[in-house]
């Protein structure tokens, strides 16, 4: 495997936080200055966050627009963030992703973890965070540290503790000659 740093080859999204750890206001900072520093297209910078703490009304109102299999360990996380875009272009969801991106890794740097959900209700979100009508909701992240595996329901411990698995590099190129790419 080539050499990645680190921050990017131990990173993975686990389902099973800690119940009772905490995110720090400092560390919850960086993770949004990380996504604030993100590239975007003629720097329109269009992503914005709702972030809440377990148990305050922002982490509930966000729980509550999962579905409710991923609220079985989403409750155990620190945090939840709402990633949501600004209408425009078609390249404001990509930026978000550039925006998530950038506080995943920065949350690995931290001894974090970030599991991203992409199935919610969209609209419900919105209205229960009461969104401006130019915000869509996009992604939510859950933000903790990491917990104990055999605490998850019985149906998500294979997927928990099973190895990591990605397509090799050349069945992700669309190049017609893959071998002058990848070695």
Known sequence: MVDLTPLLA???SPRSF???AELSRQDAAALLEAARWAPSAGNAQPWRFA???RDDETFKR???NLPEPDQRWAQRAA???LGAHRTGPAGHAYDLGQAVAHLTV???ALGLHVRQLHEF???GLAA???LPADVRPHVVAAVGQLGDPLSLPADLLRSETGLRRRLPLADLLLTSEPAKCVS
Do not use: E, M
């Open 18 to 20: 800690d119940p009772v």
């Open 51 to 53: 972030l809440g703490h």
């Open 106 to 108: 920065q949350a690995t």
């Open 121 to 123: 209700d969209h609209a």
């Open 10 to 12: 131990f990173r993975w």
């Open 128 to 130: 229960d965070l009461d």
């Open 62 to 64: 966000i729980l509550v």
């Open 79 to 81: 945090a939840l963030l």
